[in-house]
């Protein structure tokens, strides 16, 4: 092949990494990820780019590393994207402030003592005890008008002792047949 042709493949191989960039650093605003990583996706999509193309363009690199080089950083910028994502998605809620009170009995909340928090959408719910998160999934509907909640669906809760998410869908919890959510045994 021609250096021309070599270096039109090259130009799209860089386009093709721009493309990953872009979309990871768009999800990752969009998740409200930690900056450090889109600004680390920014600048390797960035630094790829440049240095890719004009390595090759000033003959530094053969076409063969230069491609190999691409694939490595779209690979790293793919890493970066989910260890982000895995980050955003395991961190522990925030902690109460000496004002939090249970959603059910309105004890306050103590922050070094067990406690279990209900992520709803954005929102989080705090509980004294298990039993009590046990009782607000049963009884959710009647909890939201008493309570005057907007709250989207109960996703996961939080043991702050375990300092472990439990997603509502898995096996450990799952959905009774009055349309109510319950918690079985495991906890």
């Not at 607000?136 to 002792?161: A, G, V």
Request: charged share 20%.
């Amino acid at each position: 092949m021609e250096e021309q042709e070599l270096s039109h493949i090259l130009i799209i191989l860089a386009g093709l990494l721009r493309a990953v960039g872009i979309v990871c650093i768009i999800a990752l605003i969009f998740l409200g990820a930690r900056l450090r990583y889109i600004f680390l996706i920014a600048l390797l999509t960035v630094g790829g780019i440049f240095t890719t193309v004009l390595s090759f363009l000033l003959g530094i690199l053969s076409f063969t590393h230069a491609v190999i080089y691409e694939v490595v950083v779209i690979f790293i910028n793919l890493l970066v994207f989910f260890h982000a994502y895995w980050e955003k998605k395991s961190l522990p809620p925030p902690k109460p402030s000496e004002n939090t009170r249970c959603m059910v009995c309105s004890a306050y909340i103590k922050p070094n003592q067990e406690y279990f928090v209900l992520k709803c959408g954005e929102n989080y719910l705090y509980f004294d005890t298990e039993e009590h998160l046990k009782r607000f999934l049963e009884n959710i509907e009647e909890y939201k008008k008493f309570r005057n909640l907007q709250i989207k669906e109960p996703e996961c809760y939080y043991i702050h002792s375990k300092r472990l998410w439990v997603d509502l869908k898995q096996k450990e919890v799952g959905v009774s047949k009055s349309n109510q959510y319950s918690i079985n045994a495991k906890g």
